[in-house]
């Protein structure tokens, strides 16, 4: 294993060679193994039912392990001593027999096993000498009958999921079965209305922007491209989504803290360590910008994030959860299989032990050299990492999981005005109802904050002599939500009722932010009586200090506490400042997030007419202008 010391930086050692890549592999598959069904074709874990019931939990078990014993056997070029090949056959013969009680749910009784059909496929596509060539013919049959409603069914969703028709059907196509290549050139052409700026795709046409652009609709294009009835639609793309996916991973590189935590946003967070696929698969598309060696510490840092701090867990499972067991992260499609999507995170077991990426020299990730300050345009982000502890933030005012103009409430994973690597958005009930954290909310007599999704991006992010500059105007509303929605990581749908319009204008460098609010177009009758700036959340004994400091306007400060609102422990607490509503006036608060302890340092901030003057508290002086 490289040490911190051989990648020239003080992060912890997270650099697995593949020795150890392969022995967490063989960890994780050991573990779930004496959770299969006698046939093999199910593999529930332990665990609350998942919304989708058990055969469906069965089925993910299933499926998403496969993906990991397949890359296994895969890069062991079929060498198979823990015999991953005869035992994941024996649960294909099984769960696509009509007659067998263990038979898998159809793609034509529950469209989560259209999900799970595309990693069968994907898989039987890429161990095809060592699992396909050698089933039965009659099993053969069975898995192509299986497989084969995927054609003609115009009911997959326009968003990720395109890639799971057309990765069924491409398999289809390369064993003689049924395929329609008038559907699979929609799916790619679908796929290609995703296209946002600097090779940012958007999953479907919301402003979606999470960890699914690496872990999903940067993966399949090369992985698919790959498969043996792909060769001739895949060719004139090559280039194009090669190009693509070098220009994200600029981009992704920065997004991971220096311990190796992704950026807690977004759904489908107990995938965990998949965020660890878009390197791997830069190295297998052999992308030109990025060294194989930086893409293997970039993965490694990942997956060594979650092994070192509980994930797997004592044993050997992956729970729903992020470091330990939380199920309150799951959305509605969550099951205890659903984690085991983490194996895309393990995508580069299957290239072999002589490949570039096992055998080049580790690179460490942008973090670790120095600081980071750069904004990705398709999302609205402000990038600011910081060296010195090695946090990753993000100051959002492109993302909120909504269109434009949307009158629904703040989904905590993408609407709120930050992310990091050391923090996460909270997650208890009362959250999603009324934003606690990292929100300008302004609150009713009844202290419920206001909601800002489907706001106006003003000003997209850019880059001035060493700040970064966002502006955002959210049409500000109070939700009465509808009761009994299931969560699908999209904000919460009800009544509302207009509160204002409140413009926010966030002025970047290291760990500090300067916000500047103003309330304007206050309704007749609306009377809300506060407004509140809330700050970065915190967790107990994490070693991070989180301030709000008064620049400009009267503000009272205070802190929200909750036993149990994170992912991240228990102690939940976040600072804000409460203020007068007084239309037109431009207010503002320095916000600060750091790892260590300390006192906050002085920063002083002068308002001239449109323009702000900042002394920040490294010294430098910079004017911007918030109009």
Not at 112 to 127: F, M, R, Y
Not at 435 to 448: F, H, K, M, W, Y
Not at 505 to 533: K, T
Request: proline share 8%.
């Amino acid at each position: 294993m490289e040490s911190a010391t051989d990648l020239g930086t003080a992060a912890p050692a997270t650099a697995w060679d593949r020795t150890r890549w392969a022995e967490h592999a063989d960890h994780l598959l050991a573990a779930v193994a004496p959770y299969t069904s006698p046939g093999g074709s199910l593999v529930t874990l332990p665990g609350t039912e998942g919304g989708y019931g058990r055969a469906i939990d069965g089925l993910e078990g299933f499926a998403r392990t496969f993906l990991l014993a397949g890359f296994r056997l895969t890069g062991e070029r079929g060498e198979d001593p823990h015999g991953y090949a005869e035992r994941f056959a024996a649960g294909l013969a099984t769960g696509t027999d009509p007659a067998s009680p263990e038979r898998w749910r159809r793609l034509s009784e529950h469209a989560q096993a259209k999900v799970e059909a595309a990693s069968i496929a994907l898989i039987l596509d890429l161990t095809r000498p060592w699992i396909w060539d050698r089933l039965d013919p009659r099993v053969q049959e069975q898995v192509v009958d299986y497989l084969a409603e995927a054609v003609g069914d115009d009911t997959y969703p326009r968003i990720n999921w395109v890639w799971f028709r057309l990765v069924v059907q491409t398999f289809l196509r390369s064993v003689g079965g049924p395929c329609s290549l008038d559907e699979m050139r929609e799916d790619l052409a679908t796929h290609d209305t995703f296209a946002r700026a600097d090779a940012w795709l958007a999953d479907g046409p919301e402003r979606s922007f999470d960890h699914y652009n690496g872990w999903a609709l940067h993966l399949y294009p090369t992985l698919w491209a790959r498969m043996a009835g792909a060769a001739d639609l895949a060719a004139p793309r090559r280039e194009h989504d090669v190009a693509q996916l070098d220009r994200f991973l600029d981009d992704a590189l920065t997004l991971i803290g220096g311990d190796g935590s992704p950026l807690v946003q977004g759904r489908s967070l107990a995938y965990r360590f998949a965020a660890a696929a878009p390197f791997w698969v830069g190295a297998m598309a052999e992308v030109p910008s990025h060294s194989p060696g930086r893409l293997r510490h970039a993965a490694s840092a990942v997956v060594g994030h979650f092994a070192d701090r509980g994930a797997p867990d004592d044993d050997g499972l992956l729970t729903l959860g992020w470091h330990h067991s939380w199920p309150r992260i799951a959305q509605a499609y969550s099951g205890p299989g659903s984690p085991y999507w983490a194996s895309k995170g393990m995508l580069g077991l299957a290239l072999p032990a002589d490949h570039p990426v096992w055998t080049a020299q580790a690179e460490p990730l942008p973090v670790e050299t120095g600081d980071v300050l750069r904004t990705i345009a398709a999302p609205g982000w402000i990038v600011s990492g910081t060296r010195a502890d090695g946090i990753v933030r993000v100051v959002n005012h492109g993302t909120d999981h909504a269109l434009p103009g949307a009158d629904v409430g703040d989904s905590p994973l993408y609407a709120r005005l930050g992310y990091s690597t050391a923090t996460s958005p909270w997650l208890d009930e009362q959250s999603w109802d009324s934003p606690a954290e990292q929100s300008v909310t302004l609150l009713d007599a009844a202290g419920r904050a206001s909601h800002r999704a489907g706001f106006e991006i003003l000003r997209t992010p850019e880059v001035h002599d060493g700040v970064a500059v966002a502006a955002s105007r959210a049409a500000a509303h109070w939700l009465d939500p509808e009761p009994g929605q299931r969560d699908h990581g999209s904000g919460r749908r009800g009544g509302t009722t207009p509160a204002g319009s409140i413009t926010t204008v966030s002025l970047v460098r290291g760990p500090w932010e300067v916000r500047c609010v103003r309330v304007d177009d206050v309704p007749d009758g609306a009377a809300p009586v506060v407004l509140r700036v809330s700050g970065w959340p915190t967790v107990a004994h994490d070693g991070l200090t989180s301030t709000l400091t008064p620049l400009a306007g009267g503000w009272t400060p205070g802190v929200t506490e909750r036993a149990d609102a994170s992912p991240l422990g228990e102690g939940a607490r976040v600072p804000y400042l409460d203020g007068p509503v007084v239309p037109g006036a431009w207010v503002a608060a320095l916000v600060t997030l750091y790892g260590g302890a300390g006192a906050p340092q002085p920063a002083t901030l002068t308002l001239d007419g449109s323009d702000a003057v900042v002394r920040w508290p490294d010294g430098a002086t910079t004017t911007h202008g918030l109009t």
